[in-house]
Nanobody, 124 residues
Framework: QAQLVESGGGAVQAGGSLRLSCVAS????????MGWFRQAPGKEREFVAT????????LYADSVKGRFTISRDNAKDTVDLQMNSMKREDTAVYYC?????????????????WGQGTLVTVTS
């Protein structure tokens, strides 16, 4: 059974950094596009970043562009999200997702595999 497991969440002060990791098990996603999404309390799930199967294409939400970096290691079947200069509005549960296509995509409904999420809290 395919699984995605996120780690690295926690509490951080505004202006600080966190690195989230997502590891796949049960099947390989090394050639598939991956994405990070987040959901804040009382809000809908929103796109954060996506990376193509080769890693050659990345897309970011405007709200995180220049602060967050998505990367992947296909040999280890992992995808990371480096978050810098964090803001209180980055507080949310962050989800890793995978789709069967190689193409990066920002829409949640395009992803068929999801992790359980990891909580990130940014304090002032």
């Amino acid at each position: 059974q395919a699984q995605l497991v996120e780690s690295g969440g926690g509490a951080v002060q505004a202006g600080g950094s966190l690195r989230l990791s997502c590891v796949a098990s049960g099947r390989t996603f090394s050639s598939h596009a991956m994405g990070w999404f987040r959901q804040a309390p009382g809000k809908e799930r929103e796109f954060v970043a996506t990376i193509s199967g080769s890693g050659g294409t990345t897309l970011y939400a405007d709200s995180v562009k220049g602060r967050f970096t998505i990367s992947r290691d296909n040999a280890k079947d992992t995808v990371d999200l480096q978050m810098n200069s964090m803001k209180r509005e980055d507080t949310a549960v962050y989800y890793c997702a995978a789709r069967t296509s190689r193409l990066a995509n920002m829409f949640p409904y395009e992803y068929g595999y999801w992790g359980q999420g990891t909580l990130v809290t940014v304090t002032s």
